[in-house]
Structures are given as structure tokens and as C-alpha cells.
């Protein structure tokens, strides 16, 4: 009964004031009292909090006490303040008093608190934003997100000269007064050349400090022009984390001959100061760079003064590593491709499913009402394979692999070729799952920040299980001992790759042969007995870390140069043509390594 006179949302039978005022004149006191006489003051008291004694007000005033005929309240505005105000039964004077005090406080903080005595409702209004405090940019600090803008989206320098980019550029407040400004096209083009000036400087001294570097190069044609391309790759013996950075990426006039590409690269070497710690350089199978490799080395530093016109000739080949992506993809496609052709049970089926596969790429690459057809029915667009790119015509058919053949059909009926038969759609399925393993470690070997050289030969190991294909390929690495040495000291591999004891002796013969005699047995258990597997683990043994360090500096492939390519497509090309080549290859070398985003 008292709870359902107490809460007004309950009561229904008496009008708004009518009812507020019997409550306040009548029911309360007569309720007070009642509570007041009990025994038990604890009880009244608690009782009494829980219905309140008005509760058109409990969000801003909680009760404390009463004492004799006046109420203690507790402001739930001043918190974490305790400010108690006594109030009597039948007057809240005192407490409208303390809220409008406090109203002019809390406007200060933009919260503004209001109570209705009619419906008891609480207004909350937004706070303003005050923006008069915003943060600023110097000159300095403009001019260097200015390159950064450019250099990361490989834009051309007139774009600082855009009248759209410079009233940007006007929005912006600059610290101590006025607005940004944009460089003109000179002024930006100097400051690139001392932020590349920059960059050179940290890391000729950034290779000082590293012992063990190897680099990736290649040579790329664009334009009618030759660029040779060439990227540094260490381990950073602090943290044990791949580190890279591009060295180069100039234009190579003449012909691209073995001599001119080894003195090309030398050059690019010497200019860094890293010749004699390069311990590996990573390139394609082209056959100028092996040759380059075999027949060239670089002159050693010789007190002799008699020495200094005497140019040797030796052979350097353990120096290059060829790419084993290349590789790979030399077995995916053109091994392949000669053994389906050679067995008369595959030839025909092998030679018809691509035929009408590459009708249908042809179609659809050059029509657009094609295009739309093929949409239309599967919601996905056919890839169509490029020579360039490694794992492309695989994934090109499993691209249509994924098609069911009644689309496939419906597909070749509207677009006017031959169906592709059960026996094909089968027969592609089938070659999508041989291939499968060959493009997952395709994949795995052109990486880069989590890639050591040391994860060639596991790899291998277990591709070696699914083709013959790679004893033949890679004959010369799998029992090199320096690709060995780099997968037993990467703790994720030690020996768990190898599968026979034979071999398992000879990786452990290799490792004890760059250890000292009395500490052999010492280093061999350490590296067994490693539980983690990070790279970082190495941190605490110094000579299996130097070890590591040495082998598993190079790359399994030159993907990282490739890459780098990439990058050059933006650069030099047609909106990149006011770009002169000297500025083109600067904003090509502080995109690759970061350099504004650091």
C-alpha cells in the first residue's frame, strides 16, 4: 500500500497537483510519523531511503538521516564532495536553492541539470566543443608531410604547384601565425634531394654496425629504358627482426652484358661500403647475371703498391643464390608442361581444357559485353594468366575450377565457344591439387620479413615428397652446406626437417665445423635444447647466433627487387613524365624504405 501511494508512476487515481499536494501534506507527514515511532530506527531509516522522500528529486539528492522534523540530503551533483543540506519535511526551499547554485557551476562544464516539479524529467544538454586550443604544425612539420604525401602515393613533384592541393594547404593553421603554403616546385625538388641525401647517410652508418648483408638485384625494362634494380637485406642482431632497404634503382645504358652488370653492381656495393659482407647475392636464373658471377670479383685491398693494375678473375659462384621462386615456377610451368605433353593419356585432355580455357580468358579480357555475362551469372571475374607473374596460370584455373560446369556451360553457349567437357572440368580440377603445394611454397619463399634463407631447404624437403621435379632443379642447394647450417640454426626448423640419421649427422658435422673445438659439444646440445621457437631466442648464444646471423641473411628469392619494380611502374610512367629520372629514382628509394613514415 505504501509503495503504491509513494511511487507516483503506480498511482492512477488522483490528477498531478491534486496528488502532489495530498502527498506532501498529508500522506508523507503521516507516514513520517508512523516510520518515526518504530522501535527499530535502523529499519524506518532504510525504509524510508528506499522510497524517498521525494522522488521527483532522487537524482540529484540522495537522504541521509532524519533529524527531529527536517531531512538530511546528500547532493549527488557535488560529488565526490560530500555536501549534506537540511531540508524540512514539507519545504524542498533549501534544496532549490543549493540546485540553482550549483546549476551556474556546472554550466562552466557544460552540463547543465534541470528538474521539473511536474513531471520530474531530466534535461542533459550536449556539451559545446571548444576547438580554440587545436594543435598546430610548424613550417618544418608541413613541408614534411607535404613529401610524405607525395613520396607515399609516388605522385609527381608539380603536384605541390595544384591550385586544388594548395587551398588544402591554406586551411591549415601554422604555429606562430598565418596559413600553409605550398613549396614551389624547385624549393620541394631540393628538399627531396636532402631528405635522399638523408636517408644515404643513415644507412651507410646503419651498415656499419651490421656485419652480414646480402642483396637481391635484377634488371627491368620500362619505357624503352633499362633500370637495374638492387635491395639490401640484413638481420638486425638486436631484436633478431629482418630489416631491408633499397640501394638503387638506376638506369643502365648500354648493352646489359655479364662485365657491365658486374661492374654496375660493384659500384652500387662500393658506394654503401658493404662489398666484403655481402655474404650472398640473389638474382633470376637470366644467364648475364650467372656469368657476371662466375667470371667477376672485385679487387682485395693490397698494401702492394705493384698490385694496383692487376685485375683477378676468379670463381665466385658460391656469392650468387639463384631465385628459388624462379625456379619453382620453372617447374610449375615448363617442366609440367613437358611431362603432360609427353604421356598420351594426358596430351589430348591437357592440350583441349586449356585451349577453351584460353578462348575464354581471351573473350572476356576483350569484350565487356562478356565481361558483364560472366558477372551476371557467377558474381566473379575471370583472371587471366600473365607470363610475369609466378603462380598465375594456377590460379587462373582455379579461378574457373570454382565455377560449376552447368555456369561454365551456360557461360561458353552465350559467349559462342565450345563447352568444356566432364572429362576437362575434371581433369582441371585434378591439376589444381598436384599444383597446389608447388604455389603454397611459391608463396612461402617470396616473403620477406619472416623469410630467411634458412627456410629454402625444408621447403624443399617437403616438396620433394610430391615431385621429382626438384632433385633435378635444385641439385646444387640441397646438400649445401650454407643452406643447411642457415635451417638447423632457425629454432623453428633445428632438425626436425631432415628424415634420415645420415643426414642429421651431417648438418651436426657442418654446425660443429664453425664452432671452436672445446666448445662444440657445448653449442651443439644448446641448440637441441631450445624450447622456443623465435627467432629472437638466439639473443642469449652468441655463436650459434653469429652462425645464423651469417646464413640467413639472404633471401630465398628476389622477390624484394621485384617489388621494387613494382613501386617504378607509378613513377615512370606517363603522369610521372615531368619527373626528371634522377628525381624519379629519389622519390622511388624513400618510398620503398619508408622513409617519411617512419
Known amino acids: 500500500f505504501i509503495n503504491g501511494i509513494v511511487d507516483k508512476r503506480k498511482c492512477h487515481v488522483f490528477k498531478k497537483k491534486t496528488f502532489y499536494s495530498l502527498l506532501n501534506t498529508v500522506i508523507k507527514p503521516t507516514l513520517v510519523s508512523l516510520i518515526s515511532g518504530l522501535t527499530n530506527s535502523e529499519f524506518s531509516l532504510n525504509l524510508l531511503s528506499e522510497m524517498g522522500p521525494w522522488p521527483h528529486i532522487e537524482i540529484m539528492f540522495t537522504l541521509v538521516k532524519v533529524r527531529n522534523s527536517s531531512y538530511i540530503m546528500r547532493c549527488l551533483l557535488c560529488l565526490p564532495k560530500q555536501t549534506d543540506i537540511s531540508a524540512f519535511k514539507n519545504l524542498t526551499s533549501n534544496l532549490r536553492k543549493h540546485t540553482t547554485t550549483m546549476r551556474a557551476k556546472l554550466s562552466a562544464r557544460s552540463t ?88 644515404n647517410i643513415e644507412l651507410k652508418k646503419s651498415f656499419e654496425e651490421i656485419e652480414y648483408i646480402s642483396t637481391t638485384a635484377d634488371i627491368w625494362t620500362a619505357h624503352n629504358k633499362i633500370y637495374m634494380g638492387v635491395t639490401a637485406h640484413w638481420i638486425n642482431p638486436n631484436n633478431m627482426e629482418r630489416e631491408k632497404a633499397a640501394l638503387a634503382c638506376r638506369q643502365f645504358k648500354g648493352h646489359h652484358t655479364h662485365d657491365a652488370i658486374a661492374v654496375e653492381l660493384d659500384n652500387i656495393h662500393s658506394t654503401y661500403g658493404i662489398t666484403h659482407k655481402i655474404t650472398a647475392t640473389v638474382t633470376d636464373n637470366g644467364s648475364n647475371f650467372v656469368k657476371a658471377f662466375k667470371r667477376y670479383q672485385p679487387l682485395e685491398e693490397s698494401d702492394s703498391e705493384d698490385d694496383e693494375d692487376e685485375v683477378t678473375f676468379t670463381d665466385i659462384n658460391d656469392a650468387l643464390h639463384r631465385c628459388a621462386s624462379h625456379t619453382l615456377n620453372l617447374i610449375s610451368c615448363t617442366d609440367v608442361d613437358k611431362w603432360l605433353l609427353s604421356k598420351p593419356a594426358t596430351k589430348a585432355v591437357y592440350r583441349s581444357a586449356t585451349a577453351k580455357c584460353t578462348a575464354l580468358w581471351n573473350k572476356t579480357s576483350r569484350s565487356t559485353l562478356a565481361t558483364e555475362t560472366v558477372d551476371e551469372l557467377v558474381s566473379k571475374k575471370l583472371l587471366v594468366p600473365c607470363t610475369t607473374r609466378w603462380n598465375s596460370f594456377y590460379d587462373a584455373l582455379a579461378r574457373i575450377c570454382e565455377i560449376s560446369k552447368v555456369d561454365l556451360n551456360t557461360i561458353s553457349s552465350k559467349l559462342g565457344l565450345t563447352a568444356i567437357t566432364e572429362r576437362e572440368h575434371q581433369f582441371l580440377k585434378e591439376y589444381c591439387t598436384v599444383m597446389k603445394p608447388l604455389t603454397v611454397a611459391l608463396d612461402i619463399l617470396q616473403g620477406e620479413d619472416n623469410c630467411f634463407h634458412g627456410t629454402l631447404l625444408p621447403t624443399m624437403e617437403t616438396l620433394m615428397l610430391k615431385t621429382e621435379a626438384i632433385k633435378t632443379r635444385f641439385a646444387d642447394v640441397l646438400g649445401n652446406e650454407e643452406a643447411i647450417l642457415a635451417a638447423v640454426t632457425l629454432p623453428k626448423f633445428k632438425l626436425r626437417w631432415l628424415r634420415s640419421q645420415e643426414l642429421k649427422d651431417k648438418a651436426k658435422g657442418s654446425l660443429l665445423a664453425e664452432t671452436p673445438p672445446l666448445q662444440q659439444k657445448t653449442r651443439w646440445q644448446t641448440i637441441l635444447n631450445l624450447q622456443h621457437k623465435n627467432f629472437n631466442s638466439l639473443c642469449g ?24 619494380f613494382s613501386l617504378g611502374k607509378l613513377v615512370f610512367s606517363p603522369r610521372g613524365t615531368d619527373c626528371q629520372t634522377k628525381d624519379s629514382k629519389k622519390l622511388l628509394l624513400l618510398r620503398y624504405n619508408h622513409w617519411f613514415s617512419r
Do not use: H, W
Request: charged residues 20%.
Open 541 to 564: 648464444f652468441s655463436l650459434i647466433k653469429k652462425i645464423s646471423l651469417r646464413y640467413n641473411a639472404a633471401t630465398p628469392s628476389s622477390a624484394p627487387v621485384e617489388r621494387l
Open 112 to 199: 547543465n541539470v534541470s528538474s521539473s516539479e511536474g513531471d520530474g524529467a531530466t534535461l542533459l544538454k550536449q556539451a559545446t566543443l571548444d576547438f580554440s586550443g587545436q594543435q598546430q604544425v610548424t613550417k618544418a612539420e608541413l613541408n614534411t608531410l607535404i613529401a610524405r604525401y607525395v613520396v607515399e602515393n609516388m605522385l609527381p613533384l608539380s603536384t605541390v604547384e595544384s591550385e586544388s592541393f594548395r587551398a588544402i594547404l591554406a586551411k591549415i593553421p601554422i604555429r606562430g601565425g598565418g596559413r600553409g603554403v605550398a613549396p614551389c616546385r624547385n624549393t620541394f625538388a631540393k628538399f627531396i634531394d636532402s631528405e635522399y641525401e638523408k636517408i
